[in-house]
């Protein structure tokens, strides 16, 4: 296993300062350790431990608990313990590698903060499925038999507005998933097929179809789970919606604030403010709010009709869970900038923030492929038209002249006739120059036609140069971004995968690896 460096995986600007500890990002986030007096400070704030149980039993009531999750449970019954917590939305066939990644990374983060503090701690994921981007929720990318990237789309698109957590499989997406699990390819992919069939059975909620899918992870890693759409049932969530309504607009007005500040630092802003943080719900879906006299009334009567946006979400989560660390991506880290504000107005501590672990998977047949190209896996990580501008490099380097020898040549070529235009007529040095200019661009046409040819006669070297990017570098973006889990529990198997996982988040924190099934045996 080899790790990149972060310079070359992290690109929001952000997120970026964050990694690098500029004083002008650092300042946003508050808690820079973990020790045994935050611990404390924290277990004693949020939800009662009995309703943390409740909470957790209601969002696993689709699962079988393992011995390690029930063993995590009784650690969260403890009025002493802390968690540490990541979360993300529902996505099809598991979601995006990095969701799995990112769970891992707060099983390590709970391992590390209990062995250096002596406080007992559990890995909490947090569901979002209060979320209603249905596309997103309901889509994915596989390769098709040619190893180019397909889209995978199994949502009718009706009802746009209504939450995800109450969408479930009908006999239609259950044939459009179905015709879509056939692209899934590998030694293992006749078992991922059955099992992620019978998660998606007709009927299903897809929440509970995507914590069946995660469950053989979450299992032995002993990962408990916090449904974001059980937390707005129960009310929890209301302390922080009456800092929404009570005075409606402050909220958002101190969100703003904050925004203005990430402004002033000279970084653009991650998520936008509106001027409620806080989303309505009615028989037809979610709703903006509507300030009204009877507002206030409403959220006390009926929390569950209001759901958190984007930046308050982390508020609410925090207010209720004993959170010492959150588990974030980089997008993520970037908004939560913006919050540091917020979560003093509503009287939470912001816990210590922790960049996810990421990685770069290598099946046998692609570390067969590198082994014979020659390249690291870092070449390969740019867009398709960059790859194709490499490619052509690559094959006619040493064999056409180099842009600098073909310029001195020509140079040398026009020196007298540009010597004999000033001496004889100095109208005619612009029509040297320009002559050149021609000579030129017809040289620069004969060299496109020279590596076109080339990438016609190499087809084998292209052809493994291109299926190299297709797997490492998906239309120019992080693999871990674009294929789902089952793409690569069919190539592994989930015993092996989650081996895998496991050593992935062992790096150094916020480091993303490279790593293959070959890399098992080492």
């Known amino acids: 296993m080899t790790t990149l460096p972060s310079e070359s995986i992290v690109s929001q600007p952000i997120a970026r300062a964050f990694l690098d500890r500029s004083p002008l990002i650092a300042q946003r986030f508050p808690q820079q350790i973990v020790d045994a007096d935050f611990c404390a400070t924290r277990a004693r704030h949020g939800a009662s431990r009995s309703r943390l149980v409740e909470l957790v039993a209601a969002s696993m009531s689709n699962l079988s608990l393992s011995d390690e999750q029930n063993a995590a449970l009784a650690v969260l019954r403890s009025p002493l313990s802390v968690a540490t917590v990541t979360g993300q939305q529902i996505g099809l066939f598991g979601g995006p590698m990095y969701t799995i990644y990112k769970i891992r990374t707060a099983v390590e983060e709970a391992r590390r903060v209990q062995e250096q503090t002596g406080v007992e701690t559990v890995a909490l994921f947090w569901l979002e499925d209060n979320d209603h981007d249905a596309a997103e929720a309901s889509s994915a990318h596989l390769l098709d038999a040619d190893g180019a990237v397909v889209d995978i789309d199994t949502w009718d698109k009706t009802d746009d507005r209504k939450s995800v957590s109450a969408r479930s499989v009908d006999a239609a997406m259950y044939e459009r998933i179905t015709t879509a699990a056939a692209l899934i390819t590998g030694q293992h992919a006749d078992a991922v097929r059955e099992r992620y069939s019978e998660a998606y059975s007709n009927g299903a909620l897809w929440a509970d179809a995507f914590l069946a899918i995660l469950q053989p992870y979450l299992a032995p890693w002993g990962v408990l789970v916090v449904r974001g759409s059980k937390v707005i049932e129960s009310g929890l969530h209301l302390p922080i919606l009456l800092r929404d309504v009570e005075q409606p607009g402050q909220l958002g007005a101190v969100l703003a604030?904050?925004?203005?500040?990430?402004?002033?630092?000279?970084?653009?802003?991650?998520?936008?403010?509106?001027?409620?943080?806080?989303?309505?719900?009615?028989?037809?879906?979610?709703?903006?709010?509507?300030?009204?006299?009877?507002?206030?009334?409403?959220?006390?009567?009926?929390?569950?009709?209001?759901?958190?946006?984007?930046?308050?979400?982390?508020?609410?989560?925090?207010?209720?869970?004993?959170?010492?660390?959150?588990?974030?991506?980089?997008?993520?880290?970037?908004?939560?900038?913006?919050?540091?504000?917020?979560?003093?107005?509503?009287?939470?501590?912001?816990?210590?923030?922790?960049?996810?672990?990421?990685?770069?998977?290598?099946?046998?047949?692609?570390?067969?492929?590198?082994?014979?190209?020659?390249?690291?896996?870092?070449?390969?990580?740019?867009?398709?038209?960059?790859?194709?501008?490499?490619?052509?490099?690559?094959?006619?380097?040493?064999?056409?002249?180099?842009?600098?020898?073909?310029?001195?040549?020509?140079?040398?070529?026009?020196?007298?006739?540009?010597?004999?235009?000033?001496?004889?007529?100095?109208?005619?040095?612009?029509?040297?120059?320009?002559?050149?200019?021609?000579?030129?661009?017809?040289?620069?046409?004969?060299?496109?036609?020279?590596?076109?040819a080339a990438k016609r006669t190499q087809t084998l070297v292209v052809d493994r140069i291109r299926s190299i990017h297709a797997l490492v570098s998906p239309r120019g973006v992080l693999q871990e971004r674009v294929f789902p889990l089952a793409f690569w529990e069919a190539r592994f198997g989930n015993t092996d995968l989650r081996i895998i996982v496991e050593h992935i988040a062992r790096a150094p924190i916020g480091s993303h690896a490279v790593i293959g099934l070959s890399d098992l045996s080492t």
């Not at 719900?281 to 569950?304: F, M, N, W």
């Not at 207010?319 to 993520?332: D, Q, R």
């Not at 029509?431 to 050149?436: C, D, E, S």
């Open 257 to 452: 604030a904050g925004t203005k500040t990430i402004e002033e630092l000279g970084f653009t802003p991650q998520a936008n403010v509106g001027s409620q943080a806080f989303f309505g719900s009615d028989d037809t879906g979610r709703q903006k709010i509507v300030v009204t006299d009877e507002l206030l009334a409403l959220a006390k009567e009926q929390p569950h009709r209001f759901t958190p946006g984007v930046l308050a979400r982390p508020i609410v989560q925090d207010a209720i869970l004993p959170t010492v660390v959150s588990v974030l991506g980089a997008a993520e880290i970037a908004y939560h900038a913006q919050l540091r504000e917020a979560y003093e107005f509503c009287g939470v501590q912001m816990p210590m923030i922790v960049l996810r672990n990421g990685a770069t998977l290598l099946d046998a047949r692609t570390e067969r492929l590198l082994s014979k190209d020659g390249h690291d896996v870092a070449w390969f990580m740019r867009t398709p038209d960059e790859l194709e501008r490499a490619i052509a490099d690559v094959l006619t380097t040493n064999v056409i002249p180099a842009v600098e020898l073909r310029n001195e040549l020509l140079g040398a070529l026009l020196a007298p006739y540009l010597t004999a235009a000033e001496t004889i007529d100095q109208t005619l040095v612009a029509t040297v120059r320009a002559q050149g200019a021609g000579v030129t661009s017809t040289l620069e046409a004969l060299e496109g036609k020279l590596r076109s």
